[in-house]
């Protein structure tokens, strides 16, 4: 996204990438999705999904060198960027201060494991995140969870999970994360990333997944819900009185009579909502 009248930001390109990678001696890990960006036009272009501004505090998980940082800072935004990494985490505010100096207050630093994070401070608003492909789905889902201050995001995932948490019921992907997600946000895929603009580059695509969050079914218990979302799609081929007779016995045929939802049906074909109103009948007292 470029602004009227405001300077575009030196982006870290791939010579600078390597560049900090040699004096930290870091060594792309593979186990932590370690695959650092280095194309300022995609950073762009990310941003410019995002839709962020000044208003925002912005949540970015994993943010590595800095690549997308730059990006979001550029736009003003406070960022919270967490890494889990110390040596990352020590140089991100250096870097910044190198590339985007008159924006580097806006930045905070926390080292810490994004799984683990309870509250931060100041509260984000927004996540914009290349999230690491193993961890993605759960990171997620932990901080819609835990910050309810996030009202909508941008997140990078590779590709089959990007499609996997934009699915809508119905779909052959559709699955346990779409489900889950749809308890909070809406959501869908706003474009592909190739892997060509990574250093080291992946194996697969990237895609980026929007989303913005609305209130949940009402009177329904998430982890009920989430429960049976999962009981649903352990066999997902499996018919639910079927497949869920086993977890909450004969009453599932009753339950699901008076959710509406006919026997035959498998859990690919049901909404968050359907979820919602089945797990309300079979956790009644």
């Known amino acids: 996204m470029v602004v009227p009248g405001v300077a575009m930001p030196e982006y870290l390109d791939a010579k600078r990438i390597r560049a900090l990678a040699n004096e930290l001696d870091l060594k792309p890990s593979k186990g932590r999705g370690q695959n650092f960006l280095f194309d300022g036009n995609t950073v ?22 800095g690549s997308l940082t730059v990006g979001l800072l550029h736009m003003g935004a406070h960022v919270v960027a967490v890494e889990i990494e110390e040596s990352l985490a020590h140089r991100l505010p250096t870097t910044m201060g190198e590339l985007v100096p008159d924006k580097v207050s806006n930045l905070t630093v926390v080292e810490t494991d994004a799984l683990r994070m309870t509250s931060l401070t100041p509260e984000p608003t927004a996540l914009v995140a290349n999230l690491p492909y193993n961890i993605s789905v759960p990171v997620i889902l932990h ?46 895929r706003v474009a592909t990333v190739p892997a060509t603009v990574f250093w080291p580059a992946p ?43 086993k977890k909450y016995g ?3 045929h009753e339950a699901l009579a008076q959710a509406g939802i006919p026997p035959e049906a498998r859990g690919e074909t049901l909404s968050i909502h359907d979820f919602a109103r089945l797990a309300t009948l079979l956790t009644q007292e």
């Open 250 to 252: 004969p009453q599932i």
């Open 44 to 65: 762009r272009r990310i941003v410019g999904f995002a839709g962020v501004t000044e208003a925002d505090t912005v949540l970015e998980v994993g943010p590595g060198l």
């Open 143 to 188: 901080i819609l969870a835990t910050f309810p201050s996030i009202t909508r995001g941008l997140v990078m995932v590779q590709l089959e999970v990007a499609d996997r948490l934009a699915a809508p019921p119905g779909s052959k992907v559709y699955g346990v994360p779409s489900a889950k997600l749809a308890w909070y946000a809406s959501s869908s």
């Open 203 to 245: 194996n697969v695509e990237s895609g980026l997944v929007s989303f913005e969050r609305r209130t949940p079914p009402e009177g329904a218990d998430r982890q009920a819900t989430f429960t049976l979302i999962d009981a649903a799609f352990s066999q997902r081929r499996k018919m639910l009185r079927s497949v869920l007779s």
